[in-house]
C-alpha cells in the first residue's frame, strides 16, 4: 500500500484528485478487510488485533488528511484584501515619492517586485501537491520503503498491482 501511496495516491494529488488513486483506495479495502479477517482465537491474539485495527484507521484518517490538504486554503476574500492592500500601499508610496520621479520609479519597481514574489509564494504554498516549486515529496515513504528494501532483500518489492483503474483518465 505504501508503493501505491507514493505512485499513485501523490500522482492523483498533482492532477489535484481529491480522491486519490483508486487502486489505493483498493490496496486500503484489501489491508482493512485483512485486519478485519484475523483470528482473535487466543487474548494475545484478541489483543494485538485492537493495536492492528487502529494502525488501520490511523492509515486511513491520515490519507483522508493528506488529499484534504491539497485543496486550496486562501479564500477569495483573502486575496482581495491582498490585492486592494498592494494597490493602497503603491498608491500610497506613488503620492508620498511624487516630488522625486528617480526615487518613486525606484521605489515602485522595488516594492511591486517584492510584493509580486510574497502573493507567488503564497500562492505556490496553497497548491502544496499541483505547485509549480514547492511540492511535497513523498520523500519519508521512500526512504521508509528503501529501508524494507535493504532489510528484508528477498522480498519482492516491485510496485503495487493495480486493483482499480480511475474512471476519470
Known amino acids: 500500500m505504501m508503493r501505491s501511496t507514493v505512485n499513485d495516491d501523490w500522482a492523483a494529488a498533482r492532477a489535484r484528485d481529491l480522491t486519490g488513486a483508486e ?53 477569495l ?7 486592494v492592500g498592494i494597490f493602497v500601499f503603491i498608491a500610497l508610496l506613488e503620492f508620498h515619492l511624487a516630488s522625486s520621479p528617480r526615487m518613486r520609479l525606484v521605489a515602485v519597481v522595488a516594492v511591486t517586485l517584492v510584493l509580486l514574489a510574497i502573493v ?4 505556490e504554498l496553497d497548491r502544496p501537491f ?13 526512504a521508509s520503503l528503501q529501508q524494507l528494501e535493504n532489510g528484508f532483500p528477498g522480498v519482492i518489492w516491485r510496485p503495487c498491482p493495480v486493483l482499480a483503474v480511475s474512471v476519470r483518465d
Open 130 to 142: 499541483s505547485g509549480d516549486f514547492a511540492l511535497v515529496q513523498p520523500q519519508a515513504l521512500e
Open 120 to 123: 507567488a509564494a503564497l500562492d
Open 23 to 75: 487502486t489505493t483506495t483498493a490496496w486500503a479495502a484489501r489491508v482493512q478487510a485483512g485486519v478485519e479477517g484475523l483470528s482473535q482465537n487466543t487474548d494475545t491474539r484478541a489483543s494485538n488485533h485492537y493495536f492492528v485495527t487502529q494502525a488501520s484507521l490511523y492509515l486511513d484518517r491520515d490519507r483522508q488528511l493528506r488529499q484534504s490538504l491539497g485543496l486550496a486554503e486562501i479564500p
Open 77 to 83: 476574500s483573502i486575496w482581495l484584501v491582498i490585492a
